[in-house]
């Protein structure tokens, strides 16, 4: 997120992974056409690559089950584990649909601008947003990943994730994003003790310079954390005096989405709501 005039940078990578994905995605265009697969050759045609560099990523792709051979004829067609990833995918995609009313109410009702994010990895990315009615907005983009540990969202995910999670984001380092970044494990886990009492986040322009949010877990049938939601704005109208204000918001709307979801929330354990 930035208060940013939303111009977009970024780079195409030339890798071994770019490469493999060249692979992938001309035996998917191949099998949509024929579902009996595509032979080496015709894989090698549609992706560009090598012929040889085509037969390590296909080896490798089938250990993984993502793709699979074909033992009578030799030809290649998208595996099994492809079906797993799809599935993961519309899980999340599930929460965003249950999630847009709610994330529209809240923008609404705020005049600032309203995410949904799921974690990724040690990062969350995010899957849904609504903007702010302002003139001046935050600038985000569905499908950015960012930190855990310095993003209101993050925390929300991390306060209630388990420990081994919440040390791997430790030992990869917390690099500061701000001078207001928490850096050390000491204030980071005290932080998130803070977030589990009130039941929301609270991002002190840690990430981003002059911008706050306050986020909230949002919960699956299975009790566990599944996604976070948030309010983002400026300093000047994320106020210190508001912030209580917006918190309570979001937590309340985190525990309808969850509530949706068929699941359970923990509730706070503080309910003055305290900023700090």
């Known amino acids: 997120m930035s208060l940013t005039d939303g111009k977009k940078t970024g780079k195409v990578a030339s890798s071994t992974v770019v490469k493999a994905m060249h692979v992938l995605n001309a035996l998917t265009e191949l099998t949509e056409q024929d579902p009996q697969g595509a032979s080496v050759s015709e894989i090698t045609r549609v992706s560009g690559e090598h012929a040889s560099s085509v037969c390590k990523h296909l080896a490798a792709f089938e250990q993984y089950g993502l793709v699979e051979q074909d033992a009578v004829t030799g030809r290649y067609r998208i595996g099994y584990f492809a079906l797993k990833l799809s599935n993961a995918l519309l899980k999340r995609m599930n929460i965003r649909e249950i999630a847009y009313p709610f994330l529209r109410r809240l923008a609404d009702q705020t005049g600032e601008t309203t995410h949904l994010v799921v974690q990724s990895g040690l990062r969350v990315v995010y899957i849904d947003k609504v903007e702010s009615s302002r003139t001046i907005r935050i600038h985000s983009d569905v499908g950015t990943a960012n930190p855990m540990y310095c993003t209101g969202v993050g925390k929300a995910l991390l306060a209630y994730s388990p420990e081994t999670v919440i040390r791997q984001v430790i030992n990869e380092g917390l690099k500061p994003y701000t001078k207001y970044t928490l850096t050390t494990e000491e204030a980071l886990r005290e932080d998130l003790e803070k977030t589990r009492i009130r039941g929301y986040s609270i991002d002190y322009e840690e990430h981003e310079a ?67």
């Open 210 to 276: 002059d911008l706050r949010c306050v986020g909230a877990p949002v919960f699956n049938h299975l009790g566990e954390v599944a996604a976070s939601i948030s309010i983002a704005g400026p300093k000047w109208r994320m106020s210190d005096d508001r912030l209580p204000e917006l918190g309570a918001l979001v937590r309340e709307t985190a525990l309808e989405i969850t509530r949706k979801l068929g699941g359970e929330a923990p509730a706070p354990t503080d309910k003055k709501d305290p900023a700090s």
